[in-house]
């Protein structure tokens, strides 16, 4: 069964505890965190002590996506505020080896994103150390951004290398889009816009809409 993890992104950052609550009333898998530095992409968004004050509001998994140019500097601080996921680019320069072991040892479950620019094989070398991949569909750093459809043929690609590998789908994900994903393997999907759209009273309706999309009950 494809989980599905709402973006807080896409949230209502004055009232993000009861955004999650609602969330979590509706049955979601975990919830996703997009962390950006203003460097590697051209946005500034949530930081630790963020994280840390909506971490009570939920035992659902936070799964963080650390879109920054030095995650060194923010695996452990994000680990302490309770992600239980996190994940960081496989287009920073030099060996993300030690990287990828640094958020093993806290015991957390780790993944590398890749961009729809990015080859496959520049991830390849590292699946077998990692848990998960996290597919971009659009280009980093802002809520909805322009679906790229051919960045799904992907899946299939990373699956030869690693057929145990989950990925987890990010960017673009509604009930149009979700189903290809799906169908070509995808674990995990990311939902922003078409989760949130028309606010909390349209929440149970948008979920229910890309459940059906993903053939969940």
Known sequence: MTKIYPSLLSADFAHLGAEIQRWDALGIDGFHLDVMDGHFVPNLTMGPSLVKS????????????????????FIE?????????ISFHVELEGDLTPLI??????????????????????LAPYLPMIDFVLLMTVEPGFAGGQFVAKALDKIPEILVHDPSIDIVVDGG???????????????????????FAGGPDRYRKNLAALQRATGRP
């Open 77 to 85: 601080p994000f680990i302490a505020a309770g992600a239980d996921r």
């Open 101 to 122: 072991a640094k958020a093993e040892t806290h015991d957390k479950k780790v993944g590398l994103a890749l961009n729809p620019a990015t080859s496959v094989e520049k």
């Open 173 to 195: 994900i509604s009930p149009k889009t979700a189903p290809r994903a799906v169908e070509l393997g995808a674990a995990g999907l990311v939902a922003g816009s078409s989760l």
């Open 54 to 73: 909506i971490r009570p509001y939920t035992l659902k998994a936070f799964d963080v996506h650390l879109m920054v140019t030095n995650p060194d500097m």
